[in-house]
């Protein structure tokens, strides 16, 4: 199947006070960027043909990937002055590079490119800015069987804050941690059939138009995921992330340990995972 990324906004709360255009999927976590690790999530599960929603610093990622540097993440023989690589990450990948507008929304940029999807009845689609070891192949097949135009994976509230109860005279009637509350935020990684376009208007967004209207149809479905899942909206969360690969600890790199996903929560995904 197709994976549809979406690369091309500013990443405000990324740029830490610095003039830096570096596009967000562009933050280094390890020695490659985030785009690259979701990449190879989506390739260790045969999904190897990737379209490119590109706009701010859409240079950045051209010039990452037309000057890929193998050896950076690959063994490699070295041989009277000749590179030997004994292993390759993106020798099989086809990649599309698309410019989409620098101030599109999610939707519009997903427009674009839709006559890249050869009228596929399935694809893919990503933020790709946030890592995760959900299973895919199960994301995949549930929603094939599910008579629906699109599948959202969803995941518990990362906040940690509390919701506070407030009576009509002031009192706090109950203080509960969002996190424990039966609540699910959107995971960025969908499954979407070609009718999700029937519910995008021009310069309209993917989930606040096209998922809100198939919900309301009854035609949207959830994917409950409770392992390994982080944003990298911040700075923080970028360097937590880069903390996370120094040490080993990485539960995403699915083809690291030959994972194919786990649904339990990511402090025992991440303890049980195997990582390198």
Known sequence: MKVVLFCGGYGMRMRNGTSDDVPKPMAMVGPRPLIWHVMR??????????ILCLGYGAHHIKDFFLNYEETTSNDFVLRGGRTELLSTDI???TITFVQTGIESPIGERLRRVRHHLDGDEMFLANYADVLTDAPLPEMIDNFARRDAGASMMVVPPQ??????????????GGITAVSDMPLWENGGYFVLRQEVFDHIPENGDLVADGCAQLAK????????????????????????LDDAYTRGDRPWAVWEHGGTGTGVPASRSAAGSGTA
Do not use: I, N
């Open 41 to 50: 999530y989506y390739a260790h599960f045969g999904h190897t043909e990737f």
């Open 91 to 93: 020798a099989s990948w």
């Open 159 to 172: 906040s940690s804050f509390h919701c506070v109860e407030l009576g009509e005279d002031g009192l706090v």
């Open 217 to 240: 149809q009854g035609r949207l479905v959830a994917h409950q995921h409770r392992g390994f899942w982080k944003p990298t909206d911040t700075v923080k969360e970028r360097a937590a």
